[in-house]
């Protein structure tokens, strides 16, 4: 790892794999894989890149989480969320 890079997250994040969704709109939800998660955020991977709006909900059903969030950075189909 090169000596230049900075930590910019809040809190360190733990690695996890379960299924979620991403819920906005009317209803509209898309399907994703939470690879890991902190209480300020989670990176979570989608099967094709999508037009996310400003704010949406990420879904945990087997946890019976549910947090309001924003997307930070989206890259392909990898996309880093913070909760609101």
């Known amino acids: ?21 991403l819920a906005f709109g009317s209803g509209r939800k898309v399907e994703c894989t939470v690879r890991n998660i902190s209480p300020g955020g989670a990176r979570v991977d989608v099967t094709r890149a999508t037009a996310l ?7 945990i059903a087997a ?3 549910e ?13 880093g969320i913070a909760f609101d």
């Not at 400003?54 to 879904?59: A, G, K, M, V």
């Open 67 to 79: 947090r309001r969030c924003h997307p930070v950075w989206i890259d392909d189909t990898r996309i």
């Open 53 to 59: 709006p400003e704010q949406f909900t990420l879904l």
């Open 1 to 21: 790892m090169s000596e230049d890079f900075t930590e910019r997250r809040a809190h360190a994040r733990h690695r996890v794999f379960k299924g979620g969704r």
């Open 63 to 65: 946890d019976h989480f």
